[in-house]
């Protein structure tokens, strides 16, 4: 059974940081790409960040450019999002993603994580 579990998320004051990580267990993912995305209440689920299989590319949505780094260590089939400077802003439920890239470059996602919480206070 494929699960990917989210840990790392908390309460934490504006400008601080947490470091959120992704266990993938079930298969391999060493090959797949893998993505953070984002739901804050009242509003769609957005698309955060995500890493190639290899962690030579990377994207980041525009607002957490700067702030936010994504990282895997493929050796732990586990993926990290080291966020900085939070914001009140990037509150929200931070979901996993496991999934590939097109020919296009473009990625697609085929499993997901349950979420973790994290509020950022001003």
């Known amino acids: 059974q494929v699960q990917l579990v989210e840990s790392g998320g908390g309460l934490v004051q504006a400008g601080g940081s947490l470091r959120l990580s992704c266990a993938a267990s079930g298969r391999t993912f060493s090959r797949d790409a893998m993505g953070w995305f984002r739901q804050a209440p009242g509003k769609e689920r957005e698309f955060v960040a995500a890493i190639d299989w290899s962690g030579g590319i990377t994207n980041y949505v525009n607002s957490v450019k700067g702030r936010f780094t994504i990282s895997r260590d493929n050796a732990k089939n586990t993926v990290y999002l080291q966020m900085t400077d939070l914001e009140p802003e990037d509150t929200a439920v931070y979901y996993c993603a496991a999934g ?18 994290v509020t950022v206070s001003s």
């Open 100 to 117: 590939g890239r097109s020919g296009t470059g473009s990625y697609y996602w085929k499993n997901w994580g349950q979420g973790t919480q």
